[in-house]
C-alpha cells in the first residue's frame, strides 16, 4: 500500500500530512501554529481552510472555528478546537455567537415589521376573490342608479332606514323584491325594519328566507337569532332561544370563515345575552315552582288539627329553609369585588392594570385620564397611560365566572331578562 496515497484532508500523492508519517503530529502542531499565528504563516497548504472566516464575521483571537483533532497541548471544546494558553478564547467565542444571534433576531423582527400585514403572503385565491368582490360592488353601485333594478329601490330605502322611517323603507325593499326575488340582501334588509317596528313574525319570514337564499349569509343567520330571541323572551319555553342560539352560532362560525372579525364581537354579546335570557327564565320557573309547593305545603300543614300554631310555623320554616325561600335574593347574583371595576364598581370586560398595580376597566380608566389627568383613580399617583397593560388573567377569570354565571353579564344594565334587547 502506498503510504502517500492516503490523505485524510484532502488530495492524493507525497504530502506534509500524511498520518504515516513519523512527523505527522508535529506538522499538524506547525500548521496549527501558524493559524494562531498569520504574520509567521509562510503559505502553504492549510487543512483547516475548509472553514475560512466568512465575510462580514470576525473571529475572535487563537479561534480555529471546525477542528475538533486533540493532539500534544491542544483540546477540544464544543466543535472548537482551542490551546491550552488559549482557554480564555471559548468564552469569548460565546460572547460573539450570543451578539451574532442578537443581531440576527433584531434583522428578522426589522423584516417582519416592514412586511405588509396580508401582503405578499396572503393566497392567490383570497386575490382574486377580492377582485370579484370588487367588481360586484362596482356593478351594484352601477344598478343603483338605474330605476329598473332593485338595487336603486333597495338604496332609497336604506336612506329612509338611517332616518328612522322604517315603514318607507318598507315600502321600497318590496318593490325590490318585486323586481328581484332571489337577492338575499333585499330581504334582509326588509327583516330589519319589520324587527325594529315590533312585527317579528313577517322579520323573522324574511330572514329564513334570506339565509334559504345565500346558507353563508352572517347577517341573516344574525338576524334570525335576534328575532327568535326576541320571540322567545316572552313566549314559554326555551325552543325559540335555543334556535336562536343555534343560529347566533352559525353566525359565528361564518364570520371566522370568511374572515369577517368586525361582526364577531357584536354576535358573541347577543349569544352572551341570549344564554342570560335562558339563565334568567330558568331562574323564575324554579322561583315559581318553590312557591307553588310552598303554597301547597302552607295548605297542608294547616289542615292538620292536632298541630299547635308554632308547630304549625316551624314545620312551615323548616319546609321553606329546605327548598330555598323564593322571596330571598339569590346569593349567587353576587359579583365577585375583584372581578369589578373600581371606578364603574361593573364586571370588567377589557380589564387593564396601571402601575400602581390596580386593574380597570380600560374604557373608564382611560375616560378619566382624558377628564382628570395621569393619575391613579385609586391611589392618586402620578402613571403613564403607555404603561397601561392588558390583565390576562382578570380576563380570563372574569370569562369564566360568566361562563358559570350567565346572568352576570351586562349585569350593570339589568337583571330583567324582558329588558334585555337584541
Known amino acids: 500500500m502506498n503510504p502517500n496515497f492516503f490523505n485524510p484532508f484532502g488530495g492524493q500523492g507525497n504530502n506534509p500530512f500524511n498520518p504515516f508519517d513519523p512527523n505527522f503530529a508535529n506538522n499538524i502542531n506547525q500548521t496549527i501554529h501558524n493559524s494562531m499565528n ?47 494558553d488559549h482557554q ?18 433584531a434583522h428578522r423582527s426589522q423584516n417582519q415589521r416592514a412586511q405588509p400585514r396580508n401582503e405578499p403572503n396572503r393566497p392567490d385565491k383570497e386575490l382574486k376573490k377580492t377582485k370579484v368582490e370588487s367588481a360586484k360592488e362596482a356593478e351594484i353601485a352601477k344598478a343603483e342608479q338605474n330605476p329598473n333594478s332593485g338595487h336603486y329601490y333597495k338604496r332609497i330605502g336604506n336612506d329612509f332606514y338611517k332616518k ?32 325594529l317596528l315590533g312585527d317579528f313574525k313577517k322579520a323573522y319570514e324574511d330572514a329564513k328566507i334570506a339565509v334559504e337564499l345565500d346558507d353563508k349569509n352572517i347577517k341573516g343567520h ?106 330571598s ?36 380608566l382611560f375616560d378619566h385620564f382624558k377628564r382628570n389627568g395621569n393619575f391613579d383613580p385609586v391611589t392618586r399617583d402620578e402613571i403613564n397611560p403607555k404603561n397601561v397593560y392588558p390583565n390576562v388573567n382578570i380576563k380570563q377569570a372574569v370569562e369564566k365566572f360568566i361562563r358559570e354565571n350567565p346572568w352576570a353579564f351586562e349585569s350593570q344594565y339589568s337583571d330583567g331578562y324582558l329588558d334585555i334587547k337584541f
Open 88 to 105: 480564555e478564547n471559548y468564552y469569548q467565542q460565546q460572547n460573539y455567537q450570543q451578539q451574532q444571534q442578537q443581531q440576527n433576531n
Open 222 to 327: 344574525f338576524l334570525c337569532g335576534q328575532i327568535l330571541a326576541e320571540m322567545g323572551k316572552v313566549e314559554p319555553g326555551f325552543d325559540k332561544l335555543n334556535k336562536a342560539l343555534s343560529r347566533m352560532t352559525k353566525a359565528l362560525t361564518l364570520c371566522a370563515g370568511q374572515g369577517k372579525q368586525e361582526f364577531e364581537k357584536d354576535v358573541e354579546k347577543n349569544i352572551s345575552r341570549v344564554k342570560k335570557v335562558i339563565w334568567l327564565k330558568n331562574e323564575d320557573l324554579k322561583k315559581q315552582k318553590k312557591i307553588e309547593a310552598l303554597s301547597y305545603m302552607k295548605k297542608m300543614i294547616n289542615s292538620d288539627a292536632n298541630l299547635s300554631e308554632a308547630e304549625r310555623n316551624q314545620r312551615i320554616e323548616e319546609f321553606s329553609n329546605a327548598i330555598g325561600d323564593p322571596l
Open 38 to 84: 498569520p504574520g509567521q504563516n509562510q503559505g502553504g497548504f492549510n487543512p483547516f481552510a475548509q472553514f475560512a472566516q466568512p465575510q462580514g464575521h470576525q473571529y475572535p483571537p487563537g479561534f480555529i472555528p471546525g477542528a475538533n483533532v486533540n493532539v500534544n497541548n491542544h483540546y477540544n471544546i464544543g466543535n472548537n478546537f482551542y490551546p491550552e
Open 164 to 195: 328612522g322611517q322604517y315603514q318607507k323603507a318598507i315600502e321600497n325593499y318590496t318593490k325590490a323584491i318585486q323586481i328581484d326575488d332571489t337577492e338575499t340582501i333585499f330581504f334582509s334588509n326588509r327583516a330589519r325594519a319589520y324587527k
Open 329 to 364: 335574593h339569590h346569593t349567587l347574583y353576587e359579583i365577585p369585588d375583584h372581578l369589578c371595576c373600581k371606578i364603574t364598581m361593573d364586571l370588567m370586560e377589557n380589564p387593564v392594570i396601571t402601575e400602581s398595580g390596580i386593574t380597570y376597566e380600560k374604557a373608564a
